[in-house]
């Protein structure tokens, strides 16, 4: 019994051969184990990583994964469902991105067609852009009766961009289009009651601002011409809001300039027709404008035109002043311009302006600044001003025959300076121009 357990070597046992073989086979299995379950994961790595091409979700599969051959049934690992593996899934704006650059169907010069594409077509309640000339851009508002028909002097010279305002049809000048005519609801007229007038237009000052910027547009300065002594015409201050509010709209850079008339002596006996004029000349006094005094217009037309034409041709006179005006500062001159800047000074000076004109057809007289700065507030149809005024102007028009003559040039020299020293500032012009009857004189004084 002792030698035969004495030949029982451990190492070279067959039960510890046994034993050594078994544990050789687990560890065999363990690592076949091991692979299968990294061959797993790797499997399950790809398809979380892989894209899904079509929106829609692939079919599932239940086909087992398969295991290497010399992996025992015992130890086969069944491989995870397909549906428990996330989707890793990209934001949909990334992609469209993507897809538009790698497609080339991304532009990015898109933009410039955008901006070289043709204007929209204007709309078709808009008035033409005036054909008159001008060096800013402007338009005319007539308020009432006596402004409407003063209105129409501009709109018959070519200055499209005018519109008529009032309460009634009846106070409509003959042969004013349609389109230019705005009729207030509300009275048939106010009968000279400038408390219901403006109550009219106050009411109605929201479709007057709607009209401006439908018909008229964009423009800088707006001309409000209005009667004084009539119920609507001299109500027209209960607009200056709106009217302001339309020009910052439109991003105008000019103001509004009233042009005013003033009733006839004969009139003014009427308590009412005084109190209205009183009342607009107050609602203006602060803004620039323009005071055309009818007594002296009838006096320097009488014995010229009939009754019937005597107010027609003032307005007529009056908007080819005005025209003049606008016209020279748009123009060049060989010898001194008066430009657009310039004249926006004098239009957008507070207070009143006095405008006229007058012919030197003598030019050899040594007095010949006096004689054109008196010769123009002589026929002026505005009262004559009162006190320094604050800007002035004084634009010549010679023949060049004139422009030639060393005198004549001196003289003009001397009448600048006469009217010079009786304004703050003053901007001149001289223009060549011909035939004309002499030397024409135009000056404007304004802001007292």
């Given at each position: 019994m002792a030698s035969t357990l004495k030949n029982l070597n451990p190492r070279v046992s067959t039960f510890y051969a046994d034993e050594k073989i078994s544990e050789e086979k687990m560890s065999n299995d363990s690592f076949y184990d091991q692979a299968a379950k990294e061959t797993l994961r790797a499997a399950a790595a790809k398809i979380q990583a892989k894209p899904k091409p079509e929106p829609e979700p692939a079919p599932q599969t239940h086909e087992p994964v398969p295991v290497?051959?010399?992996?025992?049934?015992?130890?086969?690992?069944?491989?995870?469902?397909?549906?428990?593996?996330?989707?890793?899934?990209?934001?949909?704006?990334?992609?469209s991105a993507d897809s538009d650059f790698s497609a080339g169907e991304f532009d990015d010069f898109d933009f410039v067609e955008a901006y070289d594409d043709e204007p929209v077509a204007q709309d078709a309640q808009m008035l033409p852009e005036n054909r008159a000339p001008s060096a800013v851009s402007c338009a005319f508002l007539g308020v009432g009766g006596g402004g409407g028909k003063l209105a129409k002097a501009f709109l018959d010279l070519g200055y499209t961009k005018t519109l008529l305002v009032n309460t009634t049809v009846k106070d409509q000048p003959e042969g004013v289009p349609a389109e230019h005519f705005l009729l207030l609801p509300g009275a048939d007229g106010v009968g000279k009651d400038i408390a219901l007038g403006k109550k009219?237009?106050?009411?109605?000052?929201?479709?007057?601002?709607?009209?401006l910027r439908t018909r008229i547009g964009k423009v800088d300065w707006l001309f409000v011409l209005a009667g004084g002594g009539g119920g609507t015409g001299s109500a027209c201050g209960a607009l200056h809001l709106s009217l302001e509010r339309y020009l910052k709209s439109v991003g105008a850079g000019g103001k509004v300039v009233y042009v005013i008339t003033k009733p006839s002596a004969q009139e003014l006996l009427n308590p009412t027709i005084?109190?209205?004029?009183?009342?607009?000349?107050?609602?203006?006094?602060?803004?620039?404008?323009?005071?055309?005094?009818?007594?002296?217009?009838?006096?320097?037309?009488?014995?010229?035109?009939?009754?019937?034409?005597?107010?027609p041709t003032a307005n007529k006179n009056f908007a080819k002043l005005v025209m003049q005006v606008l016209k020279l500062a748009d123009e060049n001159s060989p010898i001194q311009?008066?430009?657009?800047?310039?004249?926006?000074?004098?239009?957008?000076?507070?207070?009143?302006?006095?405008?006229?004109?007058?012919?030197?057809?003598?030019?050899?007289?040594?007095?010949?600044?006096?004689?054109?700065?008196?010769?123009?507030?002589?026929?002026?149809?505005?009262?004559?001003?009162?006190?320094?005024?604050?800007?002035?102007?004084?634009?010549?028009?010679?023949?060049?025959?004139?422009?030639?003559?060393?005198?004549?040039?001196?003289k003009l020299e001397a009448a600048f300076s006469y009217v010079g020293g009786r304004t703050d500032t003053l901007f001149s012009g001289v223009y060549v121009k011909q035939p004309l009857p002499g030397l024409i004189a135009i000056s404007v004084i304004g802001g007292f």
């Open positions: 290497a051959e010399n992996v025992e049934q015992s130890h086969s690992v069944t491989p995870p469902e397909q549906h428990a593996a996330p989707v890793a899934v990209q934001a949909p704006q990334a992609e009219v237009l106050s009411d109605n000052s929201a479709s007057v601002e709607d009209a005084s109190t209205n004029y009183e009342s607009l000349s107050a609602d203006v006094a602060l803004q620039p404008h323009i005071l055309l005094d009818n007594e002296k217009q009838l006096q320097l037309l009488r014995g010229k035109v009939g009754m019937l034409g005597m107010y311009s008066f430009d657009s800047k310039d004249l926006e000074r004098v239009l957008g000076t507070s207070g009143r302006m006095v405008i006229g004109s007058t012919v030197a057809r003598d030019v050899s007289k040594q007095d010949i600044g006096a004689m054109l700065y008196q010769g123009c507030l002589k026929s002026s149809p505005c009262p004559s001003p009162a006190g320094k005024a604050s800007t002035g102007v004084m634009l010549l028009v010679v023949t060049p025959e004139m422009a030639s003559d060393p005198a004549v040039s001196k």
